[in-house]
């Protein structure tokens, strides 16, 4: 029996279905368990699409709202709050970070902008100090430890991936700019105005939603000895371990670089919004002015922990081999196991892409490539 698959696509997306169900009948570790697709089109949704199971047993279907973590693609979603600020005055993309978080002006840090924090920049990857998983999730910790760290390298001279500390730097500008933690302000700029589905903190009655998250049955192989400080510091304080969305602790806490929920639907409904010029259903998200200066290019040069040039912007990525489709101009954020969040503002095009059966590619999984360059083909 097929796997069931439901939702729509426009005529003219057909494949678009074909290659999403695809994705279940593949005889390797890509094999879905459960997904959802969603693609806005000049604000119009021609593809919204959902299928599978919500958990490993194979018990629980795929709903039309089930949530699934997207790791890193969290962090598209916290650079769009921070553009929202921007786009009301409360935030400066080059005013230094002191600015609006004085304890963090020290030790080197006090010249740090807050372009040089979205953009990888700010030579903090990591935590120096040991930190546990309690500690991790409990904000005044990490806010703490932030404060008294010294940059790894001079800021704006070096880019090395900031896995989590992203979240915590870009949080923490976001609470003092807004008086609201993370996730209350992206719910009240972002999700409650679009009526998207995406949250940073899970509340307790979004639970019974939540897909069970599924390593890839290839162990990761991860030489530790090869790795330049920068990126050791990125990865391997805490270890990040796949399970870990599968806790109730990880997904009540704020952690804005990697433990986002979210709907393919409400991923979609973010990008769409930004690729529609800031429009969607009548809801402006953001100015154009606002979008342009977010997705201005802070750095050219190769990331020391990624190997590549992501060409960051404040907060994503560019389109990095393609990953996000044939768009010279797309820019995203994609999230380990699969996860996606971009738009192509020359097209118009909003994609989201949630995922349980995790991958282990970081730059650019199969599933969610073939989804993306099909909707291409279908589109001309």
Known sequence: MGVRVSGFVSPGFEAVR????????????????????????????VVDLHGGFADRARTRPWQEDTTANIWSATKGLTAIAVAVLVDRGLIDYGERVGTYWPEFACKGKEHTTV??????????????????????????????????????????????YHAMTFGF?????????????????????????????????????????????????????????????????????PTMEPGLPNNRLWRAAEIPAGNGQATARGLSKVYGAIANKGELDGCRLLSEAAIAAMNTVQTDRVDISIGVAPYWRNGHSGNINHMYGPGENAFGHSGWGGAVGCADPDREIGIGYVVNQMGNEALGDERSVALIHTLYDCLG
């Not at 074909?18 to 949704?45: K, M, P, Q, T």
């Not at 924090?117 to 309690?134: K, N, R, Y």
């Not at 949250?199 to 009655?205: A, R």
Request: hydrophobic letters at 40%.
């Open 18 to 45: 074909e290659c999403f169900i695809s994705n279940f009948d593949r005889d390797d570790h890509y094999r879905e368990i459960g997904a959802g697709f969603c693609v806005y089109v000049s604000g119009e949704c």
């Open 115 to 160: 372009s040089q924090v979205l953009s990888h920049q700010a030579g903090l990857p990591g935590f120096v100090e040991p930190i546990t998983l309690e500690e991790f999730c409990d904000w005044p910790t990490v806010v703490s430890r932030l404060e008294s760290q010294a940059p790894m390298w001079e800021p704006g001279t070096k880019n090395s």
């Open 169 to 237: 730097l870009a949080g923490e500008i976001i609470r003092r700019a807004s008086a609201r933690g993370i996730g209350a302000f992206l719910q009240e700029a972002v999700a409650e105005p679009l009526g998207a589905d995406v949250y940073i903190g899970l509340p307790e009655s979004k639970e019974p939603r939540v897909a069970e998250m599924v390593p890839s049955p290839l162990e990761l192989e991860l030489d530790t000895a090869d790795l330049a400080p920068e990126a050791l510091a990125s990865i391997t304080n």
